[in-house]
């Protein structure tokens, strides 16, 4: 507990100074190198990802693939590259890419387990041929990597696939309905909305003694004070809240599949029911919950992440 509070404090002091998320990116991922971790996390959970995709339906050779807040590695327009066999859109308001992540993010989409007949050889040759490149923008522009700054820049109906992971709860709830609408629009009729909505207080990563819902036991002046900041703000929306946020911007749901912590062995796993998210262990004990979220259910009480899949 001692570490979360310990990282918390320094988040605020960052997010509080003027120019102090900047500077605290600037060390921790320029200086410190820690975005590598990010991509290792991305190696290991892109291809369970294709696998879900190719379960909804997805083609993915020669897809247009719309990679939102791809943060300081290119790792998911190199995915992308693999997969689709064209450069990605990309945007990425959070950060920018960091040349030093290159290597690495090629290295780590080139040592994915990816499923049996995913990327074709001549895709890893050319990935393999960055190996010559420095700069981080050179070797996107290679494989025909669109980086745009906002969604309102990307052309309408132009997108088979936008997938995020940890970037939707960072956004208020009005910056989410209007990042919604843009998908909507971005999207081709039919195309598939994928994306990973970390629900966890954020320094339960830091500390997981937290309660990975610790977050949600703050009343709402009280957690303003303390963490809406542009280093520890969290939008605190349940799952059922999330869902309905798409539905209300015209997705039809495909599937929402969350993650729990088996109450049984503590173990981290993938439900595809609701019904079944009643095995994991709740995020904080109910009677801890601030008044805001006393009605949460059972299932949204026990959810770490979910993965919303909505097609246009």
């Not at 010559?132 to 745009?148: E, M």
């Amino acid at each position: 507990m001692i570490r979360a509070v310990a990282k918390g404090a320094g988040l605020f002091a960052f997010g509080r100074a003027p120019g102090g998320a900047h500077a605290y990116r600037a060390l921790t991922r320029g200086r410190l190198g820690t975005a590598a971790s990010h991509v290792d996390k991305l190696a290991r959970v892109w291809p369970g990802y294709v696998r879900v995709w190719r379960a909804h339906g997805v083609a993915l050779e020669g897809a247009q693939i719309w990679a939102h807040d791809a943060g300081a590695t290119p790792f998911m327009p190199i995915a992308a590259y693999l997969l689709t066999g064209r450069g990605a859109v990309t945007t990425n308001a959070h950060d920018r890419f960091l040349d030093r992540y290159l290597a690495y993010a090629r290295a780590g989409a080139l040592d994915a387990a990816w499923p049996d007949g995913a990327i074709p050889d001549e895709r890893r040759r050319a990935i393999e041929g960055l190996r010559w490149i420095d700069r981080t923008d050179d070797a996107l522009a290679r494989i025909a990597t669109q980086i745009h700054d906002a969604p309102t820049t990307i052309a309408t109906h132009a997108i088979d696939l936008c997938h995020s992971g940890g970037a939707l709860e960072h956004e208020t709830p009005a910056a989410l309905d209007a990042f919604l609408r843009e998908l909507r629009r971005a999207l081709k009729p039919g195309a598939v909305a994928s994306h990973v909505y970390d629900h966890r207080d954020h320094l339960h990563h830091a500390d997981n003694r937290l309660p990975f819902l610790a977050h949600l036991a703050w009343p709402e002046l009280a957690y303003r004070a303390l963490f809406a900041h542009p280093l520890g703000f969290h939008a605190r929306l349940s799952p059922t809240e999330v869902a309905a946020r798409f539905e209300a911007a015209g997705f039809t749901r495909l599937a929402v599949r969350r993650l729990i912590y088996d109450a049984e062995t503590g173990e981290r796993r993938w439900v595809d029911r609701d019904d079944d998210a009643h095995a994991g262990r709740p995020g904080v004990p109910r009677a801890l919950l601030a008044r805001r979220f006393r009605a949460i259910s059972d299932a949204d009480l026990r959810t770490a992440a979910a993965h919303y899949l909505y097609r246009a």
